[in-house]
C-alpha cells in the first residue's frame, strides 16, 4: 500500500513561483518527503495538493490545489530532487474551503481513486497541527497518520496572540468535530466557509488575511458558528 503525503494551503498569492512564503513552506515540506522516501524506501509515494476554488484576486477561477502543485512541482524538477521525484504520483483535490475539508477531499480523492494508503502524512502550519491530527483521526481512522508542522511566514504572524490563536483553534476543534457529527451538519458547515471566502473577497487580497485577526475573526467565528457554544 502506497504512503500518502497532504499538502494544505493557506490562500493563493498572485503569484506562486515568485512567493517567498510559499516556497519556504513548499521547500520545507519538499525536503521532508524526499528525506522520509529514501529513509522508508518507498518506491511511489502519492501526494496530494489540496485546496477548492479559493482565489482572491478577480475572476476568481484558480484552485488552491492546482496552485500548490504548481509551485510543489517547480521545486521538485531542480537538482539534485528531480531524479527521484519523477516516480511520485502527484494528484490534486479541489474542493476544500477548510482545514476540515482538506482532509474528507483527499480521503475521497483517494477513495475516488482506489488508492489504499499504507500511511497518511499531512503538512500544516505549526498553530494547525493539533486540529490537523484530531481531524485525520475522525476521518482516516486506524490508517497510521502524521503530523508534520512546516512553518508558514505569513506576514502577520508577529501580530498574532498566542493565546487568540490557541482559543481559536480549540473552537475550530470543536466545530470540526459537529461539522462530522452528519451530513446536514457538514453542509451547514460548508455553507458557513463558503460565506467566509465571500467576506474575504469583498476585504480584498492584501486585507482579508490580516482582517480575519484579532477582533474581526472572533466576530466572524462568533457570528458564524452559533452551535459552538452548545458542544
Known amino acids: 500500500m502506497p504512503h500518502v503525503y497532504l499538502i494544505f494551503g493557506y490562500g493563493i498569492p498572485r503569484d506562486i513561483l515568485r512567493d517567498a512564503a510559499y516556497r519556504a513552506y513548499l521547500g520545507g515540506v519538499l525536503g521532508f518527503i524526499s528525506r522520509d522516501v529514501v529513509r522508508r524506501r518507498v518506491r511511489q509515494p502519492v501526494v496530494i495538493a489540496s485546496g477548492g476554488r479559493t482565489d482572491c ?13 504548481r509551485g510543489f512541482r517547480a521545486l521538485a524538477v531542480r537538482p539534485p530532487v528531480a531524479p527521484a521525484t519523477r516516480s511520485w504520483r ?3 483535490e479541489r474542493t476544500a474551503l477548510s482545514t476540515l475539508e482538506n482532509i474528507t477531499g483527499s480521503r475521497d480523492v483517494l477513495r475516488r481513486r482506489g488508492i489504499k494508503p499504507g500511511s497518511i502524512t499531512m503538512f500544516c502550519e505549526p498553530p494547525r497541527s493539533r486540529r490537523v491530527r484530531a481531524a485525520g483521526r475522525q ?7 502524521r503530523v508534520v508542522a512546516v512553518p508558514f ?3 502577520t504572524e508577529p501580530s498574532q496572540n498566542r493565546r487568540a490563536i490557541a482559543a481559536k483553534e480549540r473552537r475550530a476543534i470543536a466545530y470540526d468535530r459537529w461539522a462530522l457529527r452528519s451530513p446536514a451538519n457538514f453542509r451547514r458547515y460548508h455553507a458557513r466557509y463558503r460565506r467566509k471566502l465571500e467576506f474575504m473577497r469583498q476585504m480584498g487580497p492584501k486585507h482579508g488575511h490580516p482582517q480575519l485577526t484579532g477582533p474581526a475573526l472572533r466576530g466572524w467565528w462568533q457570528a ?5 457554544p452548545k458542544l
Open 90 to 92: 502527484l494528484l490534486t
Open 57 to 69: 484576486f478577480a475572476p476568481y477561477r484558480r484552485y488552491e490545489g492546482v496552485e500548490l502543485l
Open 224 to 228: 458564524a458558528h452559533p452551535e459552538l
Open 139 to 145: 476521518v482516516f481512522g486506524r490508517i497510521p497518520l
Open 153 to 155: 511566514p505569513a506576514p
